[in-house]
Structure formats: C-alpha cells, structure tokens
C-alpha cells in the first residue's frame, strides 16, 4: 500500500518551477508562491501548519488551533521536526532541500505525522514520531503506510539515508511492504531544490514544501460538526 492509495489524503510536493517556499528570503514573492500553490491544488493557505525545522527531535502535536501557523510569516511558527495530528483539514508541511520528508498515515486511526530526517536526527525523530502517534492515537506500527519524498541519494551523500531511515522504520515495527521511498536524489533531480547542488553549483538556496493531510468529508456527520467550527474561523477548501 502507498500513502498515494488513499483518497481521503492530500501529499503534495513543490518543484522548483513553483519557487521557492522559506521565508529566509524574498518573503514577499515566497509568500506569493506558497499562496498560487495553495490554490492551484485548491487549498487555503490558512490551513497550512508549517513547521521551523531544527534539527532535533521534537514532535509536535497539532490541533484545529495550530492552522495557519508559520503559512505566512515566521512569527507563528512551531519549532519541531515532526508533527502528528487526526484532524481533517489539518494540513502539516515543512520545507526541506536535501533532508528527508517522510510521510505516516494509520489507516485504523486515521492519524498522519509528517518528518523532517537529517543525518543529525535521523534515529531519534523517526523513533519519536512514532512513539508519538503510539501515545496520541494508540497506533500499532505494523498499520501504518510511509512516504519517503524527494531527498538526496547516497551518490552525492557520504551517508546512506534513505537505507538508515528504511532499516529504523522497521525496527520500530513497520512492514517492509508499506516503506515506499520515491528514491527521487534532489541532487540529480532539476525539479527539486538541493542545498548541496546549490553549493557545488553556485546556485540560489531555496527550500521544496512537503504538504500532507486529511481531506474533509462532508458526507461524515462527525466532521459536519468540526467543518463548522474550522469555517467560523477560515475559509475551508478541499483539493479537487
């Protein structure tokens, strides 16, 4: 099974022909990109947590109170490598150029977490994470899909990361089978931006976004209720 299987979820990623998405520079016109991404796939920016990563081991939990935070400048933003949450409408980012964003969903809970793995942090946040959605959500690894994303392969990388993450994924109890890492080297790739390239290469030093998410369901009495409580705040839209 892929994360890509399930209709109820939203993985997105950007390419270097959206722009770039950090606010380390350019705030203006990457704030412009991130709102035309947004919307191309339907989607509001206010519904976006964006994560500040810090190459650590922080999880964090986020909630319907958390949306917007980070989406449109720094001041909002959460510090942490990881996020967790089973809300609908709730949708985790973060932003990377080499590093792995690694996507989970449990299907049983419907709880998704979404990482930023480094060679820094690599063992302690994937451990972390999943701890955290054993905690909040009662999860069993064997359950649970992953989505390795765009990252940089061994061949331009001293250290194999893509093997370490895949080998601790099932150590901690998840099935070979639902691994599923793109193998996509944002070094060899031109549609993803790579902080080692940019180096080599004298090129800018932008950051690629990684979005996922739980779609909202109007047919689920259960969500009617949480549709409301989102739109007395923001304006809601699913992607087409």
């Known amino acids: 099974m892929k994360i890509r299987d399930f209709s109820e979820l939203v993985l997105l990623t950007t390419k270097v022909s959206d722009g770039n998405m950090s ?19 339907g989607l509001n920016l206010d ?8 190459h650590k081991d922080k999880v964090y939990s986020a909630t319907i109170k958390d949306l917007g935070r980070g989406a449109k400048d720094t001041k909002t933003v959460i510090k942490a490598d990881a996020a ?19 996507c989970i969903y449990d299907p049983k809970t419907k709880a998704i977490s979404i990482a930023h793995v480094s060679r820094h942090n690599i063992y302690k946040i994937i451990k972390n994470t999943i701890n955290k959605l054993k905690k909040e959500f009662n999860i069993f690894p064997r359950n649970l899909i992953v989505n390795v994303g765009p990252s940089i392969g061994s061949c331009h990388f001293e250290i194999d990361l893509w093997k370490i993450a895949e080998e601790e994924l099932k150590v901690l109890g ?41 779609r909202i369901c109007s047919q689920d009495p259960e969500n009617m209720i949480y549709s409301k409580r989102i739109n007395s705040k923001f304006k809601i839209l699913n992607p087409k």
């Not at 976006?48 to 990563?53: E, K, P």
């Not at 967790?84 to 690694?102: E, F, K, M, Q």
């Not at 060899?188 to 932008?206: T, W």
């Open 23 to 41: 606010f380390f520079k350019e705030k203006k016109e990457v704030l412009k990109n991130r709102k035309k991404f947004a919307e191309k796939f």
């Open 47 to 54: 519904n976006f947590v964006v994560l500040y990563l810090q």
């Open 84 to 102: 967790v949450t089973n809300r609908r409408g709730v949708y985790l980012s973060i932003l990377t150029a080499d590093c792995l964003p690694i």
């Open 174 to 214: 998840v099935f070979e089978k639902n691994i599923n890492n793109q193998r996509i080297c944002t070094f060899e790739s031109p549609d993803y931006f790579s902080q080692r390239k940019a180096k080599s290469q004298n090129l800018p030093d932008n950051r690629f976004a990684t979005i996922f998410g739980i």
